[in-house]
Structure formats: structure tokens, C-alpha cells
């Protein structure tokens, strides 16, 4: 089955700065990645998704990657502020009814 | 006017017993999850279902199985709990196909003594 590592498990950035989280996933067949913002006691919502036919995409202060070859995704958010710190997750998922297979997580930590 | 619902939003129960969360969209999605979300924050997949067919994540016990009256509806339901199984399980729901953004209800924050 398909399996997704998540770097770093935590990250801490001054307010203002750029923050870059990193995922590879296993299984070639996979074609859809989102990722996921969860804010303490909340449910995981969606900031940007990716899908394999798409190299980049952006979303104001939000950016994600992906290289289909390395088997990698990134996600970029730039001019953090302090409502950007959660968790964030990346995840990964075929075709079909699969459900999504999720990276363990990056605590983001924004410093004032 | 509710996307993704699932009630309760905590159940404290012991060991052994049964209990049931219910998972209810109004999307007019068809194709819904569950996802269990440990202590440590890690989220995995437990069942994935359409009107096609049931996914099922081979490390889930066969105590727990998934129950869908209709295309709206996902319950979930476990039998004999084990300490093991305290987490927040999170319904979620989909577009078929694959590739679509998944809505997630709530959570249920599930505790056994």
C-alpha cells in the first residue's frame, strides 16, 4: 500500500518568515495530494490540493509542488503569521474509492 | 446547514461494551470515510465506501464494521472495546473517483475505561 513521509515533525519560524514542509509518497499509481490544516480539538481542513498533471499551484500565501518522478511534494507558505500555526498534514490517494493515506504531521509553531 | 455530522462528539464508555457513531452529509457526495486519529495525532484510514464497493484497511479489526443505510449515511460501529481503541474517529466525505477534496465531520472523541 502506499506510505507517506512527512518532514519535519515540527517546525518553528519568526512571524513574517517562509515555511516549508516536505513529503515523499511510495506508490506511483497515487495522483491526488492534498493538505490538510488542523487546529487543536478541530476537524482537518483542506488548504490546497494538488493533482499529478499539475507541477505547481498557488494560492495567495500558499504554494504547493510536486515532482512525479522523485515521488515528492512540498508545501510553501510565505509571510507566516501567528493564525498559520496547527498541524499540517500531507497525504496521498489513488484512483477509486481509496481513502487518503496521510503524513504523520508537522507541528507549526509561529514565533512573534 | 452543516456539511459532515457525526454524533455524539464524546463517548466515554468501558471495556467490552458496543457503541455506534453516526455519520451523516448533505453534500450529495457518494463516497464516504472513516479515519481514526491517535494520541499521538496520527491519522489512517479505516474504511473507505461507495455504492460500489467497501474499502477496508487491512490493520482494522474485524470488531469494527461500517453501516450505510443510505448514500448520506455512514455509521460506524464496534464491537467488544479495547483500551486500544480511545482516539477521535473523523467521517468524511467525498466526490467519487478519487482526486476530490474530502470534507471531515467533526471528530468523535472516543474514551474507554
Known amino acids: 500500500g502506499e506510505n507517506v513521509e512527512q518532514h519535519p515533525s515540527t517546525l518553528s519560524v519568526q512571524e513574517g518568515d517562509s515555511a516549508v514542509i516536505k513529503c515523499t509518497y511510495s506508490?506511483?499509481?497515487?495522483?491526488?495530494f492534498p493538505w490538510y490544516k488542523q487546529e487543536l480539538g478541530k476537524r482537518p481542513q483542506l488548504i490546497i490540493d494538488?493533482?499529478?498533471?499539475?507541477g505547481e499551484k498557488k494560492d495567495q500565501r500558499i504554494a504547493v509542488t510536486l515532482n512525479k518522478t522523485a515521488k515528492h511534494f512540498s508545501l510553501h507558505i510565505t509571510e507566516t503569521q501567528p493564525e498559520d500555526s496547527a498541524v499540517y498534514f500531507c497525504?496521498?490517494?489513488?484512483?477509486?474509492?481509496?481513502?487518503?493515506?496521510f503524513g504523520k504531521g508537522t507541528h507549526l509553531i509561529i514565533q512573534p | 446547514d452543516t456539511a459532515v455530522s457525526q454524533t455524539p462528539k464524546y463517548l466515554v464508555t468501558q471495556m467490552g461494551n458496543d457503541k455506534s457513531i453516526k455519520c451523516e452529509q448533505n453534500?450529495?457526495?457518494?463516497?464516504m470515510y472513516w479515519y481514526k486519529q491517535d494520541s499521538k495525532k496520527f491519522l489512517k484510514i479505516m474504511f473507505s465506501?461507495?455504492?460500489?464497493?467497501?474499502?477496508i484497511n487491512e490493520t482494522v479489526p474485524n470488531r469494527f464494521s461500517p453501516k450505510s443505510p443510505d448514500k448520506a449515511h455512514l455509521n460506524l460501529h464496534i464491537n467488544s472495546l479495547e483500551l486500544g481503541d480511545s482516539a477521535v474517529y473523523f467521517c468524511?466525505?467525498?466526490?467519487?473517483?478519487?482526486?476530490?477534496?474530502?470534507?471531515f465531520g467533526p471528530g468523535t472523541r472516543l474514551t474507554v475505561t
Open positions: 468524511a466525505s467525498s466526490q467519487s473517483g478519487g482526486r476530490y477534496e474530502q470534507y
Open positions: 506508490d506511483s499509481a497515487s495522483n491526488y
Open positions: 494538488i493533482r499529478s498533471n499539475v
Open positions: 497525504a496521498a490517494q489513488g484512483g477509486g474509492a481509496d481513502g487518503l493515506t
Open positions: 453534500l450529495g457526495h457518494d463516497t
Open positions: 465506501y461507495n455504492n460500489k464497493e467497501l474499502i
